[in-house]
């Protein structure tokens, strides 16, 4: 059995019941009863309520006439991303900002509880990545037949009838490929950073963990941003008109 966090092992104790019915009400087995919780759950669960409490509180304490600093933050952050799905994503792909938004604040966040003491980053276990690789597949080609209905499908074909046999393959095997990609990419990264963060803090104490730390949040801040911007070529591909 993998180490357990503290809160782990509270969750555990205390909410096994809970976990093992909505297993079982999904059909999924459950290998330890007494366990049915696993780090990353636990983490992941945290991340996402501390997320919903804080623009919660920042929500109510927004003002048009006079904005705090944790607001011009927010809306510059707005402002960034918007401006990175019209370079990156195309014009069309720019009314998709809440989700390009919502997709970087929580990998961003689900990245960096690794360096509180005691917790684990979710996205250093596979099944975090690829669940929100697999959100992102969902999401691009449902935007796409948003925007073209079946005629997305085209997209598929290729440009003339006679190349659909040789495209359709390819186009299938590339679309399916990008989840794969994602999650590795995700994962592997973070998975090292975790790994080199954790072996340099149990062996040094003050001056050179500080150097470790900053890369850490270094490589959690650049993968969240890979990953935004990768789901933002995929929306910007699959609603493009020009497409």
């Known amino acids: 059995m993998p180490h357990e966090l503290w809160i782990t092992g509270l969750f555990n104790q205390y909410l096994a019941g809970p976990a093992i019915s909505i297993l079982n009400l999904s059909h999924l087995k459950v290998d330890d009863a007494a366990h049915p919780w696993s780090n990353w759950m636990v983490c992941e669960l945290l991340v996402t309520a501390f997320i919903v409490v804080l623009f919660g509180y920042l929500r109510a304490r927004l003002s048009v006439d006079n904005p705090g600093k944790t607001q011009h933050t927010f809306e510059l952050a707005y402002e960034f991303f918007k401006a990175s799905a019209e370079e990156v994503g195309g014009h069309d792909a720019a009314q998709y900002v809440p989700f390009f938004g919502s997709i970087f604040i929580f ?25 929100l690789a697999v959100v992102t597949f969902a999401f691009y080609h449902f935007a796409g037949m948003r925007a073209h209905g079946f005629g997305y499908i085209k997209q598929f074909l290729g440009p003339f009838w006679w190349l659909v046999p040789l495209m359709l393959p390819i186009e299938l095997i590339s679309h399916f490929a990008r989840p794969l990609s994602l999650t590795v990419r995700l994962f592997a990264n973070m998975f090292a950073g975790d790994e080199v963060y954790m072996t340099f803090i149990t062996l040094t104490k003050l001056l050179l963990p500080v150097v470790f730390i900053a890369l850490h949040f270094f490589v959690s801040f650049l993968q969240a941003y890979i990953f935004m911007l990768l789901a933002m070529v995929y929306v910007g591909g699959a609603v493009s008109h020009e497409h």
Request: hydrophobic share 55%.
């Open 107 to 131: 990998i961003l966040f689900l990245n960096l509880i690794g360096l509180i003491p005691f917790f684990e980053s979710p996205t250093m276990y596979t099944m975090v990545p690829l669940g």
